[in-house]
């Protein structure tokens, strides 16, 4: 199966929540994908698209003969359902319509991207720009999620630091024996270091809004 340069796909459901969740975890998952919403007595003339999203959670059988109506219109857009909850009985008998994939409501942010992966014959059938679009938005989340945790590190760390900071400075005024001295010389010189790194982590967390 060949795929435009922008992924397209069609959420057929009439419940206007369904095609917002399904809506925000498309943009998820393929940012600059294009969503269509399709009533399910407009199956039959589906626009084309890559991949027919079929609202299955209150009404299965409903949802089986919109994939009929959508196979008897001649689309061959990849099929998946939406589901209250995972169906044996229902997979076989969607399969011959080409049905392969279930994704559950309460899941489908986190595995609506896969599920179009696998319906579409995997990623080899993919057109590299949407590929590379795909991976950016996941390195990016990574970055975001690796600034959260360099933000909390600093935030954690900065006070213990300062203060030990602080004790080590006001020992080195006290009358000590020199090895002790030096021993307290290490421990500002290192800790300063410390201080130092950590602030740096600020670079890394995410920007402040001023």
Known sequence: MSHSAALSLCVISRSPETRSIVREA???????????????????????????????????GAATEVARRIRAGGSRAALLFIVAGRDAGLAARVAPLGVLEQVELHDVARTLGP?????????????????????????????????????????????PLTAILAEAQLLEME????????AVARIVENTRRLVTLVRTLDAIGPKKQG
């Open 26 to 60: 498309a943009a998820i998952a393929y940012p600059g994908a294009t969503v269509t919403d399709v009533v399910p007595e407009g199956a039959q003339k589906l626009p084309p698209c890559a991949a027919a999203i079929v609202d299955g959670t209150s009404d299965t």
């Open 115 to 159: 599920a179009i992966e696998r319906a579409m014959g995997g990623e080899g059938a993919w057109p590299a720009a949407l590929v590379a679009a795909r991976d950016e938005l996941r390195k990016t989340q990574r970055l975001m999620a690796a600034g959260e945790i360099a933000l909390g590190l600093q935030h954690s760390m900065n006070n």
């Open 175 to 182: 009358d000590l024996p020199e090895e002790t001295k030096s």
